[in-house]
C-alpha cells in the first residue's frame, strides 16, 4: 500500500513540479528569483524535516508521520491551487519540505528494515522506478498545456 501511495504522490508533485514555473510567473507575478526563492523555501523545509524527524519518530512513531503526511501532501496541491500571493506559496512549500523530508527518511528506513536483505537491491529498484512516475506527471501537465495553454491568472 505505501507504494501504491508514493507512485500516486510522485505524479501529482511531478505535475506540480511541471507547471511550477509558468505558476510562478502568471499567478504569483514572480521572476527567475521568486522562482528560485520559492525552490529554495522548499529545500529549507527538506533541512528541517530531516533534522526533526528522528524526535518526531521517537513521540508520534512512523504510522502517524505517514498518515499526517499524506495529509500534508493534499493540502500543499490545494494549498497551491488557491494561492495568490507569493507569502502563501513560499510558506507551503516549506511546510511540503519539511513533510517530504520527514517522509523520505520513515519510508527508506521502514523499506530497509521490512525487506530481508538478500532482495534489498531489487526493492530499492522498484522504489527508484516509483521516483520515475515524476516524468508520466510531468508528460500529463505538458501534453495538457499544450491543447489548454495557461493564460495569466487563469491557473
Known amino acids: 500500500m505505501l507504494a501504491a501511495a508514493i507512485c500516486v504522490m510522485n505524479i501529482m508533485m511531478g505535475s506540480t513540479l511541471a507547471i ?3 505558476y510562478v510567473r502568471a499567478r504569483l507575478g514572480l521572476g527567475a528569483a521568486g522562482y528560485g526563492a520559492l525552490l529554495a523555501c522548499s529545500t529549507a523545509g527538506g533541512v528541517v524535516g530531516t533534522v526533526i524527524v528522528k524526535r518526531l519518530l521517537a513521540r508520534f512513531g512512523a504510522s502517524l508521520l505517514l ?35 520527514i517522509w523520505n527518511v520513515v519510508t527508506v528506513t521502514l523499506r530497509q528494515t521490512a525487506v530481508p536483505e538478500q532482495l534489498l537491491g531489487r526493492v530499492n529498484i522498484v522504489a527508484m522506478l516509483a521516483w520515475r512516475l ?21 491557473i
Request: charged share 15%; glycine share 8%; net charge positive.
Open 134 to 154: 515524476f516524468t508520466p506527471g510531468r508528460l500529463t501537465t505538458e501534453t495538457e498545456e499544450s491543447v489548454h495553454p495557461l493564460k495569466s491568472g487563469s
Open 20 to 22: 511550477l514555473v509558468l
Open 67 to 101: 498518515r499526517a503526511g499524506l495529509i500534508i501532501e493534499c493540502a500543499t496541491h490545494v494549498s497551491l491551487a488557491l494561492a495568490r500571493r507569493p507569502w502563501v506559496a513560499a510558506l507551503t512549500l516549506v511546510i511540503f519540505g519539511v513533510h517530504n523530508g
